[in-house]
């Protein structure tokens, strides 16, 4: 189980990134299992579900848009930022790479990040190395949380949320959740000046 935070530990950001198309997806259900466990470990928790952001202005990277200058602001404020995608051919959705793309050169500087996936098989294992983890990286990312790759076949269901990762997967979240610090506070750089 997670420990908990401590009382002094302030609140913290997290917005999670949902690259799925598909509402019900096993990674949309990842995320949502992962943000009810922050839920109350002093995180205030923003949900950016991609393939609910207008297409057209994804596809044509019209950064001026509301819907798209909301979401990159929602991680431009989080400590913590949840990337969840679904494997698609050995790598993460399009979805998420057109959102990405979005993001200033810098986005991920300073916070913390767990990148998370699902597939068919343990074989797509590696597409977070190899696909997913370069391009976070490539956005700043420096602080990246275990990630956790979770397949089909590790779903239960249940009663109250359709489905519930098995509980093998569930030690892999918390061990990757374990120790989770906010990212410091931003404070303005103080430029000392040389003696004259």
């Not at 956005?139 to 076949?153: I, N, Q, T």
Request: glycine content about 6%; proline content about 9%.
């Amino acid at each position: 189980m997670m420990q908990p935070m401590s009382a002094a530990t302030r609140t913290f950001d997290v917005v999670s990134v949902s690259g799925s198309p598909s509402p019900d997806s096993r990674s949309a259900n990842l995320l949502r299992f992962i943000e009810r466990r922050l839920a109350g470990q002093a995180a205030r928790v923003r949900h950016i579900a991609l393939r609910e952001l207008p297409a057209a202005d994804l596809l044509h990277a019209q950064a001026d848009s509301p819907a798209l200058r909301v979401a990159v602001a929602a991680v431009a404020e989080a400590d913590l930022v949840l990337v969840a995608t679904p494997i698609y051919k050995a790598a993460y959705s399009g979805l998420l790479k057109v959102f990405l793309d979005l993001l200033p050169p810098d986005a991920l500087r300073g916070k913390i990040v767990l990148p998370l996936a699902t597939g068919g098989s343990p074989g797509h294992l590696l597409a977070l190395e190899y696909a997913l983890k370069p391009v976070l990286a490539a956005l700043g990312a420096r602080h990246v949380l275990d990630a956790v790759y979770v397949v089909d076949s590790a779903w239960r269901a249940h009663e109250l949320l359709g489905a519930v990762p098995a509980p093998d997967v569930i030690a892999r979240i918390d061990d990757a959740l374990r120790g989770l610090h906010p990212a410091p506070a931003r404070r303005p750089a103080v430029v000392e000046a040389e003696p004259c």
